[in-house]
């Protein structure tokens, strides 16, 4: 019984290994009869319009060699071979913007822009850009606002000629504001905010024009939120004057102290530059600066103005040289500012209507209305 069993087992186990040897001799014959094809055909694989096509030689005897072209009812293999690259065109390059033209500012008085006149009077003078005094050193502003500061300091014009300057600052000629900052006869009435005397008086320059302190943080923010509003109305440009310490005048009477200390000006007037900077990013409006040669070749230390704080902070810096002959790319580049070319801009009485450089001219020329 148990040699029946042990021949049973020994006779099923052949005939399984049996059947795997034909499995194994079929799929061999597969692969070298799929290899010998792949190797035949490659003579018969044609480039066509449409792709890559395999023609093997018995297709010509159900259609003659007259229909070859016409591949229509071919019995053919297509391969697309164009990929998804030709199917994107390519994405034609952005045109470059226009260049900037070269500034010729040209000043043109308040009433000519409350008459509707002052780009009459701009390109009178040569200009394709308007300028106008927003800020006066008495503190004196040029439009409406609601600001309180300015409203207790008796700032706000009596002339209300808003409409007018923002159908300026609509038009294609750049509009630029001459924004006279801590020289502010009207702000300084009050001791709060004023630079004093040594005798407590609030002190004057030459001009008897009182300053406030670009000291304290009320005063910075005063100024900023003013030029935030001409952005507003839009202007293009916003240039400093008197955007330091002062300079001139009997400096020795002036009070050492919260509201001036020697020790801090340049920082005090940077930090006041780079509030200015921030506040008006948002509207895509320059910060410039008018500045004198003596800031720029370090004779003058007295205003806290550098440099290093123009370079950092403004756009472009308006220079009225003491003589023709001053080279102020020179002096430019003496304080450390870069790319003079396009951010100095030249004050003169009148434009230079050959020059190539940027210019301004701050007096008006002709009638206002």
Partial sequence: MARNRGYGSYRGRAS??????????????LILAAIGLLVWGQQYLVSTDKGIQFRPP???????????????NDFSIIVDT?????????????????????LTAAAAALEAAAAGSALQQVAQAGG?????????????????????????????????????LEALGQGETPLIALFDCFQDHALAASESYAILSNSGYKWTDPDKVRWSSPTNPLVQDYQVSLMVELAELGFDEIVLQNWGYPDEGNLNWIRVGEAYDPNQLDQIV?????????????????????????????????????????????????????????????????????????RLVRIADTLDLTSERPQAALTPVGPAG
């Fill in 82 to 102: 164009s990929g998804s690259q030709s199917q994107t065109p390519d994405p034609e390059p952005e045109p470059e913007p226009e260049p900037e033209p070269v």
């Fill in 128 to 164: 394709n850009a308007i300028i106008l005094e927003m800020k006066s050193p008495q503190g004196r502003l040029a439009w409406q606002t609601e600001n309180s500061m300015a409203v207790q300091a008796g700032a706000v014009s009596s002339d209300n000629i808003d409409a007018q």
């Fill in 16 to 29: 399984f290994t049996d059947i795997l040897k034909w499995i194994a001799v079929a799929l061999a014959i």
């Fill in 58 to 72: 018995f297709l010509e005897f159900f259609h003659p060699a007259s229909s070859s072209e016409d591949v229509s």
């Fill in 270 to 342: 940077e930090s006041f530059l780079a509030k200015a900077r921030r506040a008006l990013e948002p509207y895509g409006v320059k910060l410039s600066v008018m500045v004198s040669p003596a800031v720029l070749s370090g004779e003058n230390l007295l205003s806290g103005q550098t440099g290093a704080a123009i370079d950092r902070w403004t756009d472009r810096v308006w220079v009225r040289p003491n003589s023709p002959e001053d080279d102020l790319d020179a002096l430019l580049t003496q304080a450390g500012i870069t790319n003079s070319q396009e």
